[in-house]
């Protein structure tokens, strides 16, 4: 039986500890959260320096047994140091989470794989795993990209890649590229859906990955295929942003939506929780 986690994108205005009380009344065990922006000025959940949120956040996991899957995000660019990402490791250990979510945006591949080699050895003993996601508009493009880095910098024991149903279909990863993942790298992967759409622009792309996929089944992306070829016990993150249709449904319901359509598009029997 699969399980489930509530993205940081899908429910990204609440706290992590109304994330973690959200998750447990809906059906996801697990949620991620984003506790460093994803770029200057981008938004974040502010906990590392907030001691209330931090007790909060705690007394909810022990409150309602829901765990924390992932934490984003660490970018791998240009003078990157991931001494500078302790805090995040630190807090990763106190919330007793799986992964870190790493983005590579260095163009020069020598340097890009020494920062992530060097990152995976500081983040080991800290029990996380770093989980190099592709993206088309990044340095790591595909699936084969991230492969390669992560071969290059002496697959750590920590590695991982992480496989994003919208990268997929927007990038030149193919079915092939994902059956040859290693299995010992695939810790988690995303779901969503997204329309089509020709030659997209990179800030289109940007623009649907953060504000407007649509929920899983109402898209063109091959999520069938895509989850076929990935290991059928992998944990799966919901990861659907919509800001439009949260405001209008509200997120308590847009949660249970993103959640049930995931589990009908895998045809997962089990159902989620009242």
Same mark, same amino acid.
């Given at each position: 039986?699969?399980t489930?986690?509530?993205?940081y994108?899908?429910?990204?205005?609440?706290?992590?500890?109304?994330?973690?009380?959200?998750?447990?009344?809906?059906?996801?065990?697990h949620?991620?959260l984003?506790?460093?922006p994803?770029?200057?000025?981008?938004?974040?959940?502010?906990?590392?320096?907030d001691?209330? %949120?931090?007790?909060e956040?705690?007394?909810?996991?022990?409150?309602?047994?829901?765990?924390?899957?992932?934490?984003?995000?660490?970018?791998?660019?240009?003078g990157f140091?991931p001494l500078a990402?302790?805090?995040?490791?630190?807090a990763?250990?106190?919330? %007793?989470a799986?992964?870190?979510?790493?983005a590579?945006?260095?163009?020069?591949?020598?340097?890009?794989?020494?920062?992530?080699?060097?990152?995976?050895?500081?983040a080991?003993p800290?029990?996380?795993?770093?989980?190099?996601?592709?993206?088309?508009?990044?340095?790591?493009?595909?699936a084969?990209?991230?492969?390669?880095?992560?071969?290059?910098?002496?697959?750590?024991r920590v590695?991982?890649?992480?496989?994003?149903?919208?990268?997929?279909?927007? /990038? /030149?990863?193919?079915?092939?590229?994902?059956?040859?993942?290693?299995?010992?790298?695939?810790?988690?992967?995303?779901?969503?859906?997204?329309?089509?759409?020709?030659?997209?622009t990179?800030?289109?792309?940007?623009?649907?990955?953060?504000?407007?996929?649509?929920?899983p089944g109402?898209?063109?992306?091959?999520?069938a295929?895509?989850?076929?070829?990935?290991?059928?016990?992998?944990?799966?993150s919901?990861?659907?942003?919509? %800001?439009?249709r949260?405001?209008r449904?509200g997120?308590?319901?847009?949660?249970?939506?993103?959640?049930?359509?995931?589990? /009908?598009?895998?045809?997962?029997?089990c159902?989620?929780?009242?």
């Amino acid at each position: 039986m699969r399980t489930y986690s509530l993205a940081y994108l899908t429910a990204g205005a609440l706290t992590p500890a109304a994330m973690l009380r959200l998750g447990a009344e809906l059906g996801y065990a697990h949620v991620g959260l984003r506790l460093l922006p994803n770029g200057l000025g981008g938004p974040f959940q502010a906990w590392l320096d907030d001691p209330v %949120q931090q007790r909060e956040t705690l007394a909810a996991q022990r409150d309602t047994g829901v765990g924390v899957f992932d934490l984003e995000i660490i970018r791998i660019g240009e003078g990157f140091d991931p001494l500078a990402y302790r805090p995040l490791l630190e807090a990763g250990a106190a919330l %007793q989470a799986k992964a870190l979510l790493v983005a590579g945006d260095d163009t020069d591949e020598a340097r890009l794989v020494d920062g992530y080699a060097r990152l995976c050895e500081l983040a080991a003993p800290y029990g996380l795993s770093c989980d190099l996601e592709f993206m088309p508009w990044t340095a790591v493009s595909d699936a084969r990209a991230a492969l390669r880095v992560v071969q290059a910098a002496g697959t750590p024991r920590v590695a991982g890649i992480l496989v994003d149903a919208l990268h997929v279909g927007r /990038s /030149s990863t193919t079915l092939d590229d994902l059956r040859a993942l290693p299995r010992e790298l695939l810790h988690y992967a995303q779901i969503c859906d997204a329309p089509g759409g020709p030659d997209l622009t990179v800030p289109q792309m940007i623009h649907t990955a953060r504000c407007e996929r649509q929920l899983p089944g109402e898209g063109v992306i091959d999520l069938a295929g895509i989850f076929a070829a990935l290991p059928a016990d992998l944990p799966i993150s919901v990861e659907v942003p919509h %800001q439009v249709r949260v405001a209008r449904l509200g997120q308590t319901a847009w949660a249970r939506a993103a959640l049930e359509a995931s589990r /009908s598009v895998l045809n997962d029997p089990c159902e989620s929780a009242p």
